[in-house]
């Protein structure tokens, strides 16, 4: 059983954000493999700078869609991004200085982040969407 298992609960029912959201799941996955296989930390930063610039590359596919199809809750949606961004570009700066030790209440934080996000706040623009005819 992987670290974090998609299931069809997160689908937000519009293709290319399930697809990117199944990337990042994946992302989180690989990094939870290689703390338990003791991989190196080069490898570790690597995969987490990946991963940090693959969220930023996805959140702006949604901000986009919000953006084209004026849904109302754009703002809210996009600070809550925007604090993860934070927190995140404060972890690759962490990756990249020496001391920088991957454990599990990092992983837990990046899984949890994702799974709370997707399911409550991404789901909120997936019948807005579908109804613009985004799917
Ligand atoms: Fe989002």
């Known amino acids: 059983m992987p670290f974090l298992q998609w299931s069809d609960e997160f689908s937000v029912n519009v293709r290319e954000i399930d697809e990117q959201h199944k990337r990042l799941v994946g992302m989180i996955n690989t990094l939870h493999e290689a703390l338990v296989a003791g991989r190196g930390k080069e490898t570790q930063g690597k995969i987490i ?10 959140f702006s596919t949604e901000e986009k869609y919000m953006r084209i199809y004026s849904f109302p809750g754009h ?20 990756v990249d200085g020496k001391g920088f030790v991957l ?5 837990n934080f990046l899984k949890d982040w994702l799974q709370n996000h997707i399911l409550v706040t991404d789901k909120q623009y997936s019948s807005y969407f579908n109804s613009c ?3």
Do not use: P, Q
């Open 49 to 58: 700078t990946e991963m940090v610039d693959y969220a930023t590359v996805h």
């Open 75 to 94: 703002a809210v949606h996009k600070a809550e991004h925007d604090g993860f961004v934070g927190k995140a570009a404060d972890l690759k700066a962490r």
């Open 103 to 107: 454990t599990i209440n990092v992983l």
């Open 133 to 135: 005819g985004l799917r």
